[in-house]
């Protein structure tokens, strides 16, 4: 297997979580540091089928089936090998690299970075011990940071006499490997190599086995930049590397925590005062990729940010990065410290316990969303309160994932109605007032509100267009089920269908309209399946699937805005019958108006795209 290949493997791996992958086969519990479920490859009543999320494998107690992503997908559905890298490199969005054979020479090159790697955090760990040390062993005492924290962390010196390079020289180690790995670089005026840390503390970055990939790289006066870190290589990915997981993951997974601060000193700090599952992005604004391997430890990690403005703004752009990629059950949560401080000052200021009370204390994902709304949008007049719905609707339909987004819509529109809720009518003193209990013919009883439960029934000849566009282009099941599922399907054949062939769609997504048919016959379905003439006319317009989607939609909107103009007169008529102003209702009346509105304005703007 050629080089580039394993490295496309390795980021397949790394991208897709093993849990969403063998959920989607197995119902998984979550117990401890691992996933639980009933083995797929053998039957048992008792679980003894596991998945461990943060080392990326499955194995099974009771039939000893193991394995990665690609396995189980090979294993669980029956495919190839490239089958199955294909189907998850789709998934993840993934280009699958044309492959190549490595040679032996090239193999053992490889192999070799990760020692030639260590070779240079063992140097810089003895120069720390050295004179020429002692200045860094000075600034970590400062800092607080004791012999044990030193050895754990192996914090180490790089002096300023290009000591690394001939050291590695020494060990015949190429310097086109040294340039490669990030540890020297060229010099484009004499052409000389130097090395690439020169008069920092050195702080080792590992990958989550622990080997170590990289370097960063303090200063200790005030020299810029402040922190250098080293540049990719081919085994270190500043984007998706988090600093520490290796040491924070066990002690994450015991408390259920896993703290995502600005920087490692942060985390190393955190870690002398008892707070070992703190991790940092390195050099970056955190990524979508450390996002998603924070998701691996825990489902709501705690993002740690200094109260300055730099820490605020770091916060704003993490939500940038988290909303396209939110799905249920994983999110972000926020901890702001106070006076501008970071987490080492505020651990020396203040201690360990009202630290614990910050992380105690956390702000939700959506909160911090409304915030950044409601402070780059004034909302005072008319236009700059649809300025300010508009901004923040936008903000919104950056999630993918359609059911967090309808959550995320109910959220903000309760918000909005909260902020910008009309003053209630005076109610009026020249009607007749009514006794209470009093329930006499001829003498109207107050309005009283009744909330709208029932859902809306599905029209026939829609949901059988609907059923029949799935059942052409079936990557449409996917998109309209939950749509399908708001209303009241009264034709028990077609709710039957519609159940049926999202059942095996989600068994396999890749399913295409032959495979579909033949599984709904299969089942039984045939006859429904042989009633919808739609799907011959689908065929013969054949319309691309932009077209489709715009045409169920349109059907969609026309019943929801039919049950919504229904509802909006059954408020107004109660409203005017009443003997009392009712709030209840007339806020349910003005909500109602207000989501009719909103459905106009989001149909109108999806037609514009």
């Known amino acids: 297997m050629?080089?580039?290949?394993?490295?496309?493997?390795?980021?397949?791996?790394?991208?897709?979580?093993?849990?969403?992958?063998?959920?989607?086969?197995?119902?998984?519990?979550?117990?401890?540091?691992?996933?639980?479920?009933?083995?797929?490859?053998?039957?048992?009543?008792?679980?003894?089928?596991?998945?461990?999320?943060?080392?990326?494998?499955?194995?099974?107690?009771?039939?000893?089936?193991?394995?990665?992503?690609?396995?189980?997908?090979?294993?669980?559905?029956?495919?190839?090998?490239?089958?199955?890298?294909?189907?998850?490199?789709?998934?993840?969005?993934?280009?699958?690299?044309?492959?190549?054979?490595?040679?032996?020479?090239?193999?053992?090159?490889?192999?070799?970075?990760?020692?030639?790697?260590?070779?240079?955090?063992?140097?810089?760990?003895?120069?720390?011990?050295?004179?020429?040390?002692?200045?860094?062993?000075?600034?970590?005492?400062?800092?607080?940071?004791?012999?044990?924290i030193i050895k754990k962390f192996r914090l180490g010196f790089a002096p300023d006499n290009n000591g690394l390079t001939a050291w590695l020289a020494g060990k015949n180690v190429r310097e086109s490997d040294m340039i490669e790995l990030g540890l020297s670089v060229l010099s484009e005026k004499n052409g000389r190599v130097y090395d690439f840390f020169r008069n920092r503390v050195i702080i080792p970055i590992m990958d989550k086995r622990g080997r170590v990939i990289a370097f960063g790289g303090r200063v200790m006066g005030d020299a810029q930049p402040k922190y250098l870190n080293s540049p990719d290589t081919p085994i270190f990915n500043k984007r998706r590397v988090l600093y520490n997981l290796n040491f924070a993951r066990d002690s994450a997974y015991e408390h259920r925590r896993l703290v995502v601060c600005e920087g490692y000193m942060d985390v190393i700090a955190q870690a002398r005062f008892g707070f070992a599952y703190a991790v940092a992005p390195l050099g970056t604004a955190l990524t979508e990729e450390q996002i998603a391997e924070a998701w691996k430890i825990v489902p709501e990690p705690t993002l740690c940010f200094d109260g300055d403005n730099a820490g605020i703004h770091a916060a704003v752009r993490s939500i940038d990065r988290a909303l396209p990629i939110l799905k249920a059950g994983y999110s972000l949560k926020y901890v702001f410290l106070p006076d501008k401080m970071d987490p080492d000052e505020f651990l020396k200021a203040k201690g360990a316990e009202e630290y614990e009370k910050m992380l105690a204390s956390t702000v939700p994902l959506a909160d911090l969303l409304w915030r950044k709304v409601v402070d780059a949008v004034p909302a005072e007049t008319p236009e700059q309160k649809a300025l300010f719905e508009k901004t923040l609707f936008a903000e919104v339909a950056k999630i993918t994932d359609e059911k967090v987004r309808g959550y995320y819509l109910q959220d903000m529109k309760k918000r909005l109605f909260e902020r910008f809720r009309p003053a209630a009518p005076a109610a009026s003193t020249t009607r007749p007032r009514v006794a209470a209990g009093s329930g006499r013919r001829g003498q109207p009883e107050p309005a009283k509100f009744r909330p709208q439960t029932v859902k809306i029934a599905l029209d026939e000849m829609v949901g059988k267009f609907i059923a029949a566009a799935m059942l052409c282009y079936p990557a449409l099941i996917g998109e309209y089920e939950e749509k399908t599922?708001?209303?009241?399907?009264?034709?028990?054949?077609?709710?039957?269908?519609?159940?049926?062939?999202?059942?095996?769609?989600?068994?396999?997504?890749?399913?295409?309209?032959?495979?579909?048919?033949?599984?709904?016959?299969?089942?039984?379905?045939?006859?429904q399946v042989n009633?919808?003439?739609?799907?011959?006319?689908?065929?013969?317009?054949?319309?691309?699937?932009?077209?489709?989607?715009?045409?169920?939609?349109?059907?969609?909107l026309e019943m929801q805005l039919k049950q919504l103009e229904n509802e909006i007169k059954d408020c107004v008529r109660e409203l005017e019958i009443s003997e009392s102003f009712s709030e209840e209702l007339y806020r349910r009346c003005q909500m109602l108006k207000q989501e009719q509105k909103k459905l106009l304005e989001e149909h109108e703007a999806k037609n514009a795209l």
């Open 485 to 527: 599922g708001m209303f009241e399907i009264k034709d028990q054949s077609l709710r039957q269908l519609l159940e049926k062939m999202a059942e095996i769609f989600h068994a396999d997504e890749t399913t295409d309209d032959k495979s579909l048919c033949e599984g709904l016959k299969a089942a039984g379905l045939e006859k």
């Open 531 to 556: 009633a919808l003439w739609e799907v011959r006319m689908i065929r013969q317009q054949a319309p691309d699937l932009r077209k489709l989607r715009r045409e169920i939609d349109n059907k969609i």
């Open 2 to 148: 050629d080089g580039e290949f394993q490295k496309f493997l390795d980021e397949l791996r790394s991208r897709i979580s093993v849990a969403d992958v063998v959920g989607a086969k197995v119902k998984l519990v979550r117990k401890g540091k691992e996933y639980m479920g009933l083995c797929p490859f053998h039957n048992e009543k008792t679980p003894s089928f596991t998945v461990n999320e943060a080392k990326g494998f499955y194995h099974c107690f009771g039939c000893g089936a193991h394995g990665d992503i690609i396995k189980f997908e090979m294993e669980a559905n029956g495919l190839p090998f490239m089958d199955a890298v294909t189907k998850l490199a789709n998934k993840a969005g993934l280009a699958v690299p044309r492959s190549a054979r490595e040679t032996p020479e090239e193999a053992h090159r490889r192999s070799s970075w990760y020692e030639i790697t260590e070779m240079a955090a063992a140097y810089f760990e003895k120069n720390l011990r050295l004179t020429a040390g002692r200045e860094a062993m000075a600034y970590l005492a400062r800092r607080g940071f004791d012999e044990n």
